[in-house]
């Protein structure tokens, strides 16, 4: 395995900051897929946050290994939440659940206007146009890196852009159009390990 459990093996006496950056991964890795050209799919319990204690291989484990604890439920309802609401925004915006690969419709972009191809960019950034499909344009910004990072999304206006989805603002991680802020500066900070999605209704 090549994995990342953000600075803390194991589950016991974890510090509150490790605790808080899985949970925002977990988030970015929803947001990810959900934004993704193609079919999503992910575990039964990662909505949740379940977990298989490290065995990412449980097919013979008919036990706690690989059952659905469904306590996790409710002590995850934020990442719950988070979750159908990535789902329902994905099954609202039909210029992500094309057929074919987005090709013309998409522009990739770095913090700026060019991308850093390099292994060590973490910083990464596209523009979705809607009009081939009646919908929303959107704009994602990622940033993997450990620091913020300013991005200056390339758009020709900031007029009619709000802010949907941002990974490390907590409880609010998701907005409603009609309740996101609206986009007031051509810089944007992207915070450490995050994920913010802007969205321009047609």
């Not at 036990?63 to 469904?70: A, F």
């Not at 609401?85 to 206007?113: C, Y």
Request: with cysteine.
């Amino acid at each position: 395995n090549y994995s990342w459990n953000c600075g803390w093996e194991g589950d016991e006496e974890v510090p509150p900051e490790v605790l808080a950056l899985r949970r925002q991964q977990a988030k970015n890795a929803c947001c990810l897929l959900m934004l993704a050209n193609g079919t999503p799919m992910f575990c039964a319990g990662d909505e949740f946050l379940n977990t298989q204690f490290g065995n990412n291989n449980p097919y013979c484990q008919d036990n706690e290994i690989s059952w659905l604890d469904w306590e996790r439920l409710e002590e995850n309802r934020d990442i719950f939440r988070f979750f159908c609401r990535m789902i329902a925004f994905r099954k609202n915006h039909p210029t992500l659940a094309r057929s074919r690969f987005w090709r013309e419709d998409v522009r990739w972009h770095g913090t700026g206007k060019d991308i850093d191809m390099t292994y060590e960019s973490r910083r990464l950034a596209f523009y979705l146009d809607g009009r081939s499909q009646q919908d929303a344009d959107l704009y994602v910004m990622i940033n993997a890196d450990d620091d913020d990072a300013q991005f200056q999304p390339q758009l020709s206006s900031l007029s009619g852009w709000r802010r949907i989805v941002d990974t490390a603002a907590g409880q609010d991680d998701f907005c409603e159009p009609e309740d996101a802020p609206v986009l007031t500066s051509a810089r944007m900070t992207v915070r450490a390990r995050s994920i913010v999605l802007l969205m321009r209704p047609r």
